[in-house]
């Protein structure tokens, strides 16, 4: 990463001189982890102000599943999904809000109501999503995926994964800059699970310092994901322990971020991390 250990995120400016967690609410009825439990605005807003009160830094809102096989859903359902729940947040708790969206409307939408990041899994690939970011003039965060969530676990393939995703990833943040987003507020991740397979998965954390030679900060979310439940043959509702392994790790090779559902238990993992690193 630069020098700059500040990441402006809208309204507010981030420390990312210690790493931080964002906490993951899906206001989806079929996310793969907690799909249907936050879907109104009252449960999700609980959620929110209990990882905020649990040490979470963002609260990565999403309004359409990703995992894979997801069917894709409207534009005015997603706006319809995620906002309410922006507005409530916004006006209610100290704390980076991020859109986990690909959608051009959501992103202009949601600035206008308080969000400070967009994160998008499709890197900004969605016709018009590019301008939208530039213009809201947000922090984004640019992951690298193969293939689209409905096929993207068919049959991953590459030749080397880490360079092709730190290639990728190198790409779009020049494709942001010549759109007009300012290079400090671009954060990069490198897409656990999005078209990869267990090995792959295994070879670009075992790497994931790698992508500090772009200079970028870097989020990571593996929580609960398939990776854990591979490597450990453990279910969705008991990946937490592989997922704190995961973020140790994470936070040893360099991420600033990580993306989770446990928020408590990860920002008390990553900050003993950071106190021995501090020691060293």
């Known amino acids: 990463m630069s020098k700059n250990k500040q990441l402006q995120c809208g309204a507010r ?10 906490g993951i609410l899906n206001v989806t009825p079929d996310s793969f982890s907690d799909g249907g439990r936050f879907n109104s605005v009252d449960k999700a807003f609980a959620q929110a102000k209990q990882m905020v009160a649990e040490g979470a830094a963002f609260i990565d809102i999403g309004g359409e599943s990703t995992r894979p096989g997801a069917q894709a859903v409207s534009s005015q359902e997603e706006l ?23 959608n051009p409307e959501l992103m202009r939408e ?36 193969q293939g689209e969530p409905q096929t ?19 790409a779009k943040v020049e494709s942001c800059v010549a759109a007009g987003i300012e290079r400090h507020k671009i954060v990069l991740d490198p897409g656990f699970g999005f078209g990869k ?19 970028l900060p870097l989020l990571v979310g593996v929580s609960r994901k398939t990776m854990i439940g591979e ?8 990946r937490m322990y592989g997922g704190l392994a995961l973020a140790v790790w994470s936070a040893v090779q360099g991420a600033h971020i990580l993306r989770v ?7 008390d993992a990553l900050r003993m991390t950071h106190a021995v690193q501090q020691a060293m």
Do not use: F, W
């Open 13 to 22: 400016t981030v420390d990312l001189s210690a790493p931080l967690v964002m």
């Open 80 to 102: 319809d999904r995620v906002l309410p729940v922006v507005e409530k947040i916004h006006r209610n708790l100290d704390v980076v809000i991020s859109l986990d969206t690909s």
């Open 110 to 145: 949601g600035a206008k109501l308080g969000a400070g990041l967009i994160n998008d899994v499709r890197a900004l690939d969605r016709e018009g999503a590019l301008q939208a970011a530039a213009e809201t003039g947000l922090a984004v965060c640019l992951m690298h995926r």
């Open 152 to 170: 993207m676990q068919h049959a991953p393939c590459y030749e080397d994964v880490v360079v092709e995703v730190s290639d990728y990833l190198a």
């Open 197 to 215: 397979n267990l090995q792959h998965n295994l070879t670009l954390m075992a790497h994931l310092h790698k992508l500090l030679r772009l200079e």
């Open 231 to 238: 490597t450990l043959n453990k279910p969705v509702d008991e």
């Open 261 to 267: 559902h446990d928020v408590a238990p990860t920002v």
